[in-house]
């Protein structure tokens, strides 16, 4: 079925070429283009010949369209297109139809793209692709100059899978938990604690040999921490309190926070003993991101007066005379 209010397949191609860019309504002007197979082939006609404005909107196009005729077409526009542009709405739209044959030639591209914008594209269509393995082989062998930046886009493709690739995700996490130690940085500033296995996965790498992806770690679960994903609860505390302190997850200082996990706040009160001062400053910081400090607050004051190094007892009295949001009292 074609797009509302159009008249033929030429009538949509020519509306595509001549109204607003269609990559700025993403999704939203995708609607009967999907599966319109009858779009293909003067799609692909422009896609090939086209002035780069027109290639561009072909290719976006075609990835609504999700037909794997398009393939072969985009691939090669992958490839060769002298256009940013124009490669990277290709990969998109390899990404957006999902075909497994394009994962050679998104690998390569992966490895050989010299536009930053378009290898972040090629990433997330290697995942989206379903290539999850593909996408950390490259990762893994990838020893050019732009290393961590091809590193970083290939996790991040990962991390930011959504429910349906939760395999891509678990990859992410097996990064974190079994990388070099690049692929565990990179990854420990990518993942989203919100997310269980994620959080556990942070929680674990708290204790990770390299003090960069520790602190990186500490970093990431204290920016979670400041957005709100705890509290103190000390209402429902106060209503459960005849039950038991083993009746409920407690917090360092038995209060319960939202959810009843309290690794995440204790184990970063744990890491405040890490050798290396480059880490313990994470974690303060991390500490007083938290939207309610006060579980922490006397183990901050101890930093804040103990602590072998300078700047982490500052960064520690900082804390201390900050209120849950950063902002100084």
């Known amino acids: 079925m074609p797009p509302p209010n159009v008249e033929s397949v030429e009538d949509a191609v020519e509306r595509l070429e001549a109204g607003p860019d ?67 709405r290709a990969a998109v739209a390899l990404g957006e139809i999902g075909d497994a044959d394009a994962a050679d030639a998104l690998a390569a591209a992966l490895e050989t793209e010299p536009n930053a914008s378009v290898r972040r594209a090629v990433a997330g269509a290697l995942v989206a692709c379903g290539e999850v393995e593909t996408a950390a082989e490259v990762v893994e062998r990838h020893d050019g100059p732009d290393r961590e930046a091809t590193v970083r886009q290939v996790v991040r493709a990962m991390a930011d899978g959504d429910r349906e690739r939760a395999r891509a995700r678990a990859a992410a996490v097996e990064f974190l938990l079994t990388g070099a130690p690049l692929h565990r940085r990179v990854a420990a500033e990518c993942l989203d604690p919100g997310d269980d296995d994620a959080r556990s996965a942070l929680v674990a790498a708290l204790d990770d040999a390299d003090p960069e992806v520790r602190a990186a770690t500490a970093t990431t679960l204290g920016e979670w921490l400041r957005g709100g994903n705890t509290d103190d609860g000390s209402t429902l505390w106060r209503l459960l309190a005849h039950v038991g302190r083993r009746a409920v997850g407690l917090d360092v200082d038995g209060t319960p926070d939202a959810t009843g996990d309290s690794r995440v706040r204790s184990a970063l009160v744990d890491a405040l003993d890490d050798d290396d001062p480059r880490v313990r400053r994470a974690v303060v910081e991390a500490l007083a991101a938290a939207t309610d400090r006060r579980a922490v607050e006397r183990r901050l004051r101890d930093v804040a007066g103990s602590d072998s190094d300078e700047s982490v007892r500052r960064a520690a009295a900082r804390a201390v005379d900050r209120d849950g949001n950063g902002r100084g009292k």
């Not at 269609?22 to 082939?41: F, I, L, N, S």
């Not at 692909?44 to 072969?72: I, K, N, P, Q």
Request: charged share 35%.
């Open 22 to 88: 269609p990559e700025r309504r993403h999704r939203d002007g995708a609607a009967g283009w999907e599966g319109w197979t009858a779009a293909v082939e003067p799609l692909v006609d422009r896609l090939v010949a086209g002035e780069e404005r027109t290639r561009g909107r072909a290719a976006t196009a075609l990835g609504w369209v999700g037909d794997e005729a398009a393939v072969d077409p985009l691939v090669g526009r992958l490839r060769a297109d002298g256009s940013d542009r124009v490669r990277e």
